[in-house]
């Protein structure tokens, strides 16, 4: 197993959850969106957090997809729906799914309290389930399957899948796990900034959701809230959105700086 080595961090302080004094679960300054949903739609929020990573390059070509749990008995999921461009979702891009990651809307679509037909993220629809403005109705990322096991397993409120350069880098340089110590910066994570060695997995990709859901969970680590897949990226959960982003926005500083020092040792 593959340890990148300690450095000093920065002047980040965080609580013992994990979260950082940058913000708070309950919303993001830039406003995007709030972690919980609260004063935006939960579509919207999905919306305005793929924006954002977008805007970083860590959605390109319609890659990645978010996720956050908006029932738990039973267990309703939204996910950012297949195929689209991640700077451009509307709240209408999202589609709801149950905890084994299906649809729950298949032959028909949700209704507000009037009973009028919306898609999950509030937006009048037709009674297909389209857009009330037209087009096809939305399909959830096949990677919605993923998300559900993970939100299953952790507990988490939202999940975040992202296709950074670094987090697969990362994944290649360390196939066995990337073990990190003495890093402010893990305190994102949840954990302590100071002697608490931290293993990130690596796990196989596979185009079947079903076989990778097994890999990401047989290699689950409780106390650290990522799991990278190797050519592919990072999956990254939380007890909301904010929480989630911060968490991704740590692994991937995390993923860079030991691909970074990894390239300098071996030159």
Not at 11 to 38: K, L, N, Y
Not at 166 to 186: I, K, N, Q, Y
Not at 201 to 226: F, I, K, Y
Request: glycine share 14%; proline share 6%.
């Amino acid at each position: 197993m593959s340890t990148a080595p300690a450095a000093p961090g920065d002047d980040s302080r965080t609580d013992p959850g994990g979260s950082s004094d940058s913000g708070s679960s309950d919303g993001g300054r830039d406003g995007t969106s709030r972690g919980d949903g609260g004063g935006f739609g939960p579509g919207a929020a999905l919306a305005g957090e793929a924006a954002r990573f977008a805007r970083l390059g860590w959605m390109r070509a319609t890659s990645g997809n978010l996720s956050m749990v908006v029932g738990r008995d039973p267990l309703r999921i939204l996910v950012t729906a297949s195929g689209l461009d991640k700077s451009a979702l509307t709240a209408a891009d999202a589609v709801e799914v149950d905890d084994a990651g299906a649809p729950t809307h298949v032959g028909g679509a949700p209704t507000d309290a009037g009973g009028s037909p919306t898609d999950a993220g509030g937006t009048p629809t037709d009674a297909g389930g389209t857009r009330a403005t037209g087009g096809a109705p939305r399909r959830p990322s096949a990677e919605a399957v993923l998300h559900a096991r993970l939100i299953g397993l952790t507990g988490a409120g939202a999940v975040v899948h992202l296709h950074t350069v670094a987090s697969v880098l990362a994944a290649d340089r360390f196939p066995t796990g990337l073990v990190l110590r003495d890093h402010e910066m893990l305190k994102a994570l949840g954990r302590a900034a100071d002697g608490d060695l931290v293993r990130l997995p690596v796990v196989a990709n596979s185009q079947d959701m079903a076989v990778l859901a097994g890999r990401v969970a047989a290699a689950w680590e409780p106390l650290t809230p990522a799991v990278l897949v190797a050519r592919h990226g990072m999956y990254v959960w939380g007890a909301d959105l904010l929480a989630a982003r911060h968490r991704a926005e740590a692994v991937e500083w995390l993923c860079e700086w030991a691909v970074r020092t990894a390239e300098r040792t071996i030159g």
